[in-house]
C-alpha cells in the first residue's frame, strides 16, 4: 500500500515539475519579441515596384474612406503605408521597409518613445503590420 502511494506521489511531482519546465519555454515564445516576425527570404515577397503599386492602391483607398470619416485609426494606417512607400524608394528590401517604419509607430522593449507618437492600441498596430505583410508577400 505505501508503495502505491509513494509511486503516486512521484507522479504527481513529475507532471507538476514537468509542467514548470515546459511552460516558460512556450511563454518566452509568445513574449519573445513584441514586432511580429517576417521572413527574411526576398523571394517571399512581391518586388519593390510592385510593392509600392499595391501600397499606393491601398493608400488611395484610405483616403477615399477618410473623405467620410477621417478618425486617426485610418490616419495612421494610410501614414504607415506611405512610410512603407519612402522607406522602399531607399533601396530597402520589402521586409525591411515594412519593419522600420513598423518602428516608428510602435515603442521597442528599450524605448517607449516612438519617432511619430499616437495613441492607437498595440493590437491595431498589429493589425496593420499583418495587413501589410498580407499584402506584399507573395
Known sequence: ??????????????????????????????????????????????????AVNLLDQQITQLQSQMGSNPTDALKFKKAFFEDIVVTLGTGQPVYSAINESYAKFT??????????PNNLAPAVWAGYYQDAVNLLKK
Open 1 to 50: 500500500m505505501k508503495r502505491i502511494f509513494i509511486k503516486k506521489c512521484l507522479m504527481a511531482c513529475a507532471i507538476v515539475l514537468g509542467a514548470l519546465f515546459f511552460k516558460p519555454a512556450e511563454a518566452s515564445a509568445q513574449f519573445g519579441s513584441p514586432q511580429p516576425n517576417v521572413l527574411t527570404d526576398p523571394a517571399s515577397w512581391v518586388v519593390s515596384d510592385v
Open 107 to 116: 515603442p521597442t522593449p528599450a524605448s517607449d518613445s516612438v519617432p511619430i
